[in-house]
């Protein structure tokens, strides 16, 4: 039998992907009880429907969680702004964390945390999903083989819909709010596919500048549309558009040209992945991944998480990459407001 491992839920009424993160965490075997931490009452509901009898506690307090139940691992999906606090009061309980994107408002406030979590040797890990499903895993190993060698170029563009922002609900969440998320389109969307970038390559950023705006017109104060430019170690160069531009549904790929050919990856569920090598091969051709369709989304990922932390299995992602991501998303917002190029340490 698979070893098993509590599992604290600290979230609130304001908390996201909680219609994803309760059912997935009811349906891996390795979480074997789930104590919930909702000081506004509002979650509860849905926690008992979605984890049954795997919802053992549910606590106002998670000071008083922690002392009662004792999780192996505690999930936050709470706005940015509170989210550091949060982890911090796990990490201290003796926790690995896995923290709802992107984990602050600041990556200096995100910084001592990694170093608190690397010193008490814990998993600190954010929700990025997509690095579990398999195209994207396929998108690795086919870098990690050799066949693009040397990358030169990166394209990445994560475009979704206009329309919620003239929702006023919708501008009223944390995501339509610099003080508590931190940032907009970028912070809530656009880092997932930078992650899925780098996590693929096996690039890191080095400096990176660009542009902010509300194209829409719509009363926020975070930006409905950013443009980037990256430079990467390896001396490699990237582009990146994250926007509301469109009205409905969501349109995405990350392009990769090397120096023996490209790859594509697209969010076309029939077609993900697509890539051409000139590398050991007698006629160079257009290969595509033969996906087929299975379990993708927040569960692996989640999966993957619980695993580690009972012991089982690597962290889907290492605290000192979730550093690097925040810092890249901030420098780049820095370097907006600026109207100056920001250099990652």
């Excluded at 992907?17 to 074997?32: C, G, K, Q, R, T």
């Excluded at 606590?59 to 691992?73: G, Q, V």
């Excluded at 206009?162 to 907009?184: I, V």
Aim: include cysteine; hydrophobic fraction near 40%; aromatic fraction near 8%.
């Amino acid at each position: 039998m698979p070893k098993s491992i509590p599992v604290a839920v600290v979230t609130n009424a304001d908390g996201t992907h909680l219609d994803n993160f309760l059912p997935s965490l009811a349906s891996i075997d390795e979480v074997e009880s789930v104590a919930l931490v909702d000081p506004s009452g509002a979650i509860e509901a849905l926690a008992r429907k979605a984890l049954g009898k795997k919802l053992r506690e549910v606590h106002k307090n998670a000071a008083d969680m922690y002392k009662k139940f004792r999780p192996a691992l505690a999930l936050v999906s709470l706005e940015p702004r509170l989210s550091p606090p949060a982890i911090d009061a796990a990490l201290d309980a003796g926790c690995h964390v896995l923290s709802e994107k992107p984990g602050c408002v600041r990556a200096e406030d995100f910084a001592p945390l990694v170093r608190k979590a690397q010193t008490a040797h814990k998993n600190l890990m954010l929700v990025m999903a997509n690095r579990t499903h398999a195209p994207v895993q396929e998108a690795r190993r086919i870098i990690q083989k050799g066949l693009l060698g040397r990358i030169y170029g990166v394209e990445i563009h994560i475009v979704a819909d206009q329309t919620r922002l003239t929702n006023k609900a919708y501008r009223d969440t944390w995501q339509c709010s610099r003080a508590r998320g931190g940032g907009g389109h970028l912070a809530w969307f656009g880092i997932m596919w930078l992650d899925m970038a780098l996590y693929i390559t096996g690039l890191r950023v080095e400096a990176v500048s660009g542009f902010t705006g509300v194209v829409g017109g719509q009363p926020i104060d975070v930006e409905d549309a950013a443009v980037l430019s990256l430079k990467f170690n390896r001396r490699c160069f990237g582009t990146m558009t994250s926007a509301y531009y469109l009205d409905r549904g969501v349109q995405s790929h990350i392009q990769i040209w090397g120096e023996h050919g490209w790859l594509k990856l697209a969010t076309v569920e029939e077609q993900p992945l697509q890539w051409y090598t000139t590398r050991n091969v007698k006629e160079p051709r257009v290969q595509e991944f033969a996906y087929k369709r299975g379990e993708r989304g927040y569960t692996p990922f989640l999966r993957a998480a619980v695993r580690a932390s009972a012991g089982l299995g690597d962290p889907p992602m290492t605290a000192d990459e979730c550093l690097h991501l925040v810092q890249a998303v901030y420098g780049f917002y820095r370097a907006a407001q600026t109207d100056r190029v920001q250099t990652l340490k």
